[in-house]
């Protein structure tokens, strides 16, 4: 059998900084990185693992762990972030797109950020390039899952253009359109991040 050629943005490499000044550096996950990204969950606070996985375990179990650096670029697609100033250059935050059905048009979006660096636009920067790469790959729709007492994920699916669906048992569900998520960042023009992932990536789509 044929092994499947490497997505076109798996390679690059998008260094920029935080809002705070902190370097950093976006690129594809690959399976390599499953220790890296155990190491991560475990910086999570305790209520951030809860937001994210749903559970207030310290570590999801092995095979959560596992499905989550099995990425391969087209059905699952995952952008990790890296402290490159920091002891270790340990990964920061992630975000990935896992479709519904094998080369489908509609996956389930999900994102974390470790604590320390909240609210310094992360989250939007990592976005910015998953969607890029969902468009590329012909994800045309996220649905999102979010805890309601989870507000600061509303707020940013709400600035991707993500519509409210429905609430039931204490989980907002949302659609995201990626085509509006990609333009609505692209307006934003004073995150710079942002915009460094989009002077990085956009000429390879």
């Not at 690129?27 to 937001?51: G, H, M, N, V, W």
């Not at 389930?108 to 310094?120: I, L, M, P, R």
């Amino acid at each position: 059998m044929a092994t499947k050629a490497a997505p076109p943005l798996s390679g690059i490499e998008v260094h920029s900084m935080l809002h705070d000044g902190t370097a950093v550096c976006l690129r594809a996950i690959t399976r390599k990185d499953e220790p890296l990204l155990r190491a991560a969950i475990a910086r999570l606070s305790a209520e951030s693992r809860y937001l994210r996985f749903f559970s207030p375990a310290p570590m999801p179990p092995d095979h959560v762990v596992e499905r989550l650096a099995d990425v391969d670029g087209h059905d699952h697609i995952a952008w990790g972030a890296i402290c490159t100033e920091c002891e270790g250059r340990p990964v920061i935050g992630a975000v990935r797109a896992v479709r519904h059905r094998p080369d489908g048009p509609i996956g389930e979006y999900s994102v974390a950020v470790v604590d320390a660096y909240h609210g310094q636009g992360l989250a939007r920067m990592m976005s910015a390039a998953l969607l890029i790469q969902c468009r590329a790959e012909g994800l045309a729709e996220l649905d999102v899952h979010i805890l309601s007492e989870n507000r600061a994920a509303a707020r940013l699916v709400r600035a991707l253009a993500a519509r409210w669906m429905q609430e039931s048992a204490g989980v907002a569900e949302y659609r995201l359109d990626v085509a509006a998520g990609v333009e609505a960042l692209r307006q934003d023009r004073d995150a710079r991040g942002v915009q460094d992932v989009f002077r990085a990536l956009e000429g390879g789509v």
